[in-house]
């Protein structure tokens, strides 16, 4: 996506449907009752809003239960806990055992930041089915996303041409309209969401998650953070260290890097994964037809964005595809082994000039759907980091930075490298350089790291268990690919994390799964 603080992935469910609403809004009225004390009102869910995405309403779960949703009020400050509020969207699964051997909640963050928890976690339900026996499954839309107050932008034929433009420029001309765009952008997100672009913290979702486990009825907080969700995991229990119970870290973020170096440590992380894909696709019996040797592959890929720089070929009609939508469709691919074949299909497609699977994977990574709406996955992202993240970037510093960055990755360096430009209009001043997430005193948590993650490079679990602090972080490595461990179905990795989140049985640090 053109000028993205960091890569993100939108909901993978999102790609494959691409490849085979009510807004809650801020209370006007300050408030004396105790947040804490408030009762959820439970109902059947209904079908997501526009700005987590559209769609049809959740499935029943396969026993039958069917997904409740509900609407949790919290402080739109939180420096004035007794003054406006807004509405947080819920979602839940009861737990599925006996209530007798019910731990209590258990609440995911799938990351983005910008990613709808309301959406995400039914599309991925059925992979908790263990996890459910004890917990109820409860996730939600952080403050700024989906039906949770989101941050609103720009519309979506404005979007259209938003991710059309050339986010990689190679001249003053392109550069200027580069810079335009970027703040033309960002003006319309401080004038259609000036009220919430202060209070989308990252620290403001951790008190969220606090409020969330109160009501929730917990008197700790047990929780599942996947990618960005690591990152919000690490803020709340440096917070609140005392009220950790059962965490798991899965595709974990680096707590010791700021903004530029996040970006540097993804185009490494973006083009080992390239390396890997390239690797894997030449050395099957049957021919790779995008390449016959790995550096084939990878000087292939180079030539097409090169050529779609110059003329872009026919996308979804009417759209054409560009080397940034190109560039945007090769990355989602790489967030998941299984994509990899989709990956192989549309770069053999876009070298014969068309350009349709590779726009599919980049309408997904910026959450467009097969009608031409977008959800507000790209608004949320870029509000939330640029609240968070002190350093603003100019044009200058990242011309200076590029021979770095294309040293890390021919592919995504420059991409990437732009994308630092993204907060340096923003009307809201960043926090801090990076979080801070150490938290003496807190439980055990288990960081688990995937040595061919593309989004969140496998250093960064290392670090995560340092920054936690001595005796908190338990670090467990995965040698796998694509996004996060949990979810690829190893054994090794599932029991282990199952074993921590049901029966308190930590695994030894450092174990590693193949």
Same mark, same amino acid.
């Given at each position: @996506?053109?000028?993205?603080?960091?890569?993100?992935? +939108?909901?993978?469910?999102?790609?494959?449907?691409?490849?085979?609403?009510? &807004?809650?809004?801020?209370?006007d =009225?300050?408030?004396? /009752?105790?947040?804490s004390?408030q009762?959820?009102?439970w109902e059947d869910?209904?079908a997501?809003?526009?700005?987590?995405?559209g769609?049809?309403?959740?499935?029943p779960?396969?026993?039958?239960?069917?997904?409740?949703?509900?609407? @949790?009020?919290?402080?739109?400050?939180?420096?004035?806990?007794?003054?406006?509020?807004?509405?947080? +969207?819920?979602?839940?699964a009861r737990a599925?055992?006996?209530?007798?051997?019910? $731990? %209590?909640? &258990?609440?995911f963050?799938f990351?983005?930041?910008?990613?709808?928890?309301?959406?995400?976690?039914?599309?991925f339900?059925?992979?908790?089915? !263990?996890?459910?026996?004890?917990?109820?499954?409860?996730?939600?839309?952080?403050?700024?996303?989906?039906r949770?107050?989101?941050?609103?932008c720009?519309?979506?034929l404005?979007l259209?041409?938003?991710?059309?433009?050339?986010?990689?420029?190679? =001249?003053?001309? #392109?550069?200027?309209?580069?810079?335009?765009?970027?703040?033309?952008?960002?003006?319309?997100? /401080?004038?259609?969401? /000036? !009220?919430?672009? *202060?209070?989308v913290?990252?620290?403001?979702?951790?008190?969220? @998650?606090?409020l969330?486990?109160?009501?929730?009825?917990?008197? /700790?907080?047990?929780?599942?953070?996947?990618?960005? %969700?690591?990152?919000?995991?690490?803020?709340?229990?440096?917070?609140?260290p005392?009220?950790?119970?059962? +965490?798991v870290?899965?595709?974990?973020?680096d707590?010791?890097?700021?903004?530029?170096?996040g970006?540097l440590g993804?185009?490494?992380?973006?083009q080992?994964?390239?390396?890997?894909?390239?690797?894997?696709?030449?050395?099957?019996a049957?021919?790779?037809?995008?390449?016959?040797?790995?550096?084939?592959?990878?000087?292939r890929?180079?030539?097409?964005?090169?050529?779609?720089?110059?003329?872009?070929?026919l996308?979804?009609?009417?759209?054409?595809l560009?080397?940034?939508?190109?560039?945007?469709?090769?990355?989602?691919?790489?967030?998941?082994q299984?994509?990899?074949?989709?990956?192989t #299909?549309?770069?053999?497609?876009?070298?014969?000039?068309?350009?349709?699977?590779? @726009?599919?994977?980049?309408?997904s990574?910026?959450?467009?759907?097969?009608?031409?709406?977008?959800?507000?996955?790209?608004?949320?992202?870029?509000?939330?980091?640029?609240a968070?993240?002190k350093?603003?970037y100019?044009?200058?510093?990242?011309?200076?930075?590029?021979? #770095?960055?294309r040293a890390?990755? +021919?592919?995504?360096g420059?991409? &990437?490298?732009w994308?630092? $430009?993204?907060?340096?209009d923003?009307?809201?001043?960043?926090?801090?350089?990076? *979080?801070?997430?150490?938290?003496?005193?807190?439980?055990?948590?288990?960081v688990?790291?995937?040595?061919g993650?593309?989004?969140?490079?496998?250093?960064?679990?290392?670090?995560?268990?340092?920054?936690?602090?001595?005796?908190v972080g338990v670090?467990?490595?995965?040698?796998g690919?694509?996004?996060?461990?949990?979810d690829?179905?190893? !054994?090794?990795?599932?029991?282990?994390?199952?074993?921590?989140?049901l029966?308190?049985?930590?695994?030894a640090?450092?174990?590693?799964?193949?």
């Amino acid at each position: @996506m053109p000028n993205p603080p960091r890569l993100r992935a +939108a909901a993978l469910t999102a790609t494959a449907l691409l490849l085979s609403s009510v &807004l809650a809004g801020c209370g006007d =009225d300050s408030q004396d /009752e105790d947040l804490s004390a408030q009762e959820l009102s439970w109902e059947d869910c209904p079908a997501p809003s526009p700005a987590e995405g559209g769609g049809d309403a959740p499935s029943p779960l396969a026993d039958g239960d069917k997904w409740q949703c509900a609407t @949790m009020k919290t402080p739109l400050d939180w420096a004035e806990p007794s003054g406006d509020t807004i509405k947080l +969207a819920l979602i839940r699964a009861r737990a599925s055992g006996d209530e007798s051997e019910r $731990i %209590g909640s &258990l609440v995911f963050n799938f990351g983005g930041p910008g990613g709808s928890g309301v959406t995400t976690l039914p599309a991925f339900g059925e992979d908790y089915a !263990k996890l459910r026996t004890r917990y109820d499954l409860v996730s939600f839309d952080p403050r700024g996303v989906g039906r949770s107050v989101p941050v609103e932008c720009q519309n979506d034929l404005q979007l259209d041409a938003f991710f059309q433009q050339d986010a990689t420029p190679d =001249d003053a001309a #392109e550069r200027s309209t580069l810079l335009d765009n970027t703040k033309e952008f960002n003006e319309d997100c /401080e004038a259609n969401s /000036e !009220k919430v672009l *202060p209070h989308v913290r990252t620290t403001d979702a951790a008190r969220d @998650m606090d409020l969330m486990r109160q009501v929730l009825g917990d008197a /700790e907080l047990h929780y599942f953070g996947i990618s960005y %969700g690591t990152e919000l995991g690490g803020v709340y229990a440096h917070l609140f260290p005392k009220r950790v119970g059962r +965490a798991v870290f899965d595709a974990v973020v680096d707590p010791t890097q700021n903004a530029e170096q996040g970006s540097l440590g993804q185009a490494r992380g973006f083009q080992r994964a390239l390396d890997n894909y390239a690797e894997d696709c030449t050395s099957k019996a049957e021919d790779c037809p995008v390449g016959d040797t790995a550096q084939d592959v990878k000087d292939r890929i180079a030539k097409l964005l090169k050529d779609l720089d110059r003329k872009p070929i026919l996308g979804i009609p009417p759209r054409e595809l560009t080397q940034t939508a190109a560039t945007n469709g090769i990355a989602q691919a790489l967030y998941s082994q299984d994509f990899w074949e989709y990956l192989t #299909e549309g770069l053999d497609q876009a070298y014969d000039g068309n350009g349709q699977i590779l @726009m599919a994977l980049s309408d997904s990574m910026n959450g467009r759907n097969q009608d031409g709406e977008y959800s507000n996955i790209t608004a949320a992202n870029i509000a939330i980091n640029c609240a968070d993240d002190k350093p603003r970037y100019t044009a200058d510093h990242v011309e200076r930075k590029l021979p #770095e960055f294309r040293a890390a990755s +021919a592919v995504f360096g420059d991409f &990437l490298a732009w994308g630092m $430009i993204s907060c340096t209009d923003w009307a809201v001043p960043g926090a801090a350089d990076h *979080p801070d997430v150490s938290a003496p005193g807190s439980a055990p948590i288990l960081v688990v790291g995937n040595t061919g993650d593309p989004a969140t490079p496998y250093e960064g679990a290392r670090k995560m268990v340092d920054a936690l602090g001595e005796g908190v972080g338990v670090e467990l490595t995965y040698q796998g690919q694509g996004h996060g461990a949990y979810d690829s179905k190893n !054994k090794c990795v599932q029991d282990a994390v199952n074993g921590y989140l049901l029966d308190g049985r930590i695994p030894a640090a450092k174990t590693v799964c193949s």
